[in-house]
């Protein structure tokens, strides 16, 4: 396969993965629910392809499904590229705010992500720990003394 050929291939996936986004948002994310897995996103897959893959699992992400969806978004958090892992984060806010009935589990994944103690990947999960106790403020009491000793600001 020439390379000309693969670029082909990654704008027409491109293109295909930019509709079916734009039909989850639209409310037909039970359509796409039963094939969460052909949004697992690929290592030689390009960035772009990437995201798009990550925004449309984080909407397909369903009861049935949320155990499988969640494993492979943790996956996607010590990965290499800094964008990928904050997606992935950002992903995990974005189901938890999407099921009420699996925020506490989604947004319990979370706390796991502070003590891998990579700069990045701590600050995107305050953001989105900050976003879901906005949306869930009944959770506050579990998840402030969690994350209050896992910091240590330096002045």
């Given at each position: 396969m020439t390379s000309s050929e693969t670029t082909e291939s990654?704008?027409?996936?491109?293109?295909?993965?930019?509709?079916?986004?734009?039909?989850?948002?639209?409310?037909?994310?039970?359509?796409?629910?039963?094939?969460?897995?052909?949004?697992?996103?690929?290592?030689?897959?390009?960035?772009?392809?990437?995201?798009?893959?990550?925004?449309?699992?984080?909407?397909?992400?369903?009861?049935?499904?949320?155990?499988e969806v969640v494993n492979e978004l943790s996956e996607y958090?010590?990965?290499?590229?800094?964008?990928?892992?904050?997606?992935?984060?950002?992903?995990?806010?974005?189901?938890?705010?999407?099921?009420?009935?699996?925020?506490?589990?989604?947004?319990?994944?979370?706390?796991?992500?502070?003590?891998?103690?990579?700069?990045?990947?701590?600050t995107e999960t305050l953001k989105e720990l900050k976003n879901?106790?906005?949306?869930?403020?009944?959770?506050?009491?579990?998840?402030?003394?969690?994350?209050?000793?896992?910091?240590?600001?330096?002045?």
């Amino acid at each position: 396969m020439t390379s000309s050929e693969t670029t082909e291939s990654y704008e027409v996936s491109f293109n295909v993965l930019s509709h079916i986004h734009l039909l989850v948002l639209r409310g037909a994310n039970w359509v796409f629910e039963s094939e969460y897995k052909q949004f697992f996103i690929k290592y030689d897959e390009p960035s772009y392809i990437k995201h798009l893959k990550l925004e449309i699992l984080a909407q397909v992400a369903s009861i049935s499904n949320i155990n499988e969806v969640v494993n492979e978004l943790s996956e996607y958090v010590t990965d290499v590229n800094a964008e990928i892992a904050r997606k992935s984060i950002t992903c995990f806010s974005t189901i938890a705010i999407r099921l009420p009935k699996m925020a506490k589990t989604v947004a319990g994944h979370l706390k796991n992500f502070i003590s891998l103690q990579i700069a990045y990947v701590t600050t995107e999960t305050l953001k989105e720990l900050k976003n879901i106790l906005r949306r869930y403020p009944e959770f506050i009491d579990e998840f402030v003394p969690f994350i209050n000793p896992k910091l240590a600001l330096e002045v």
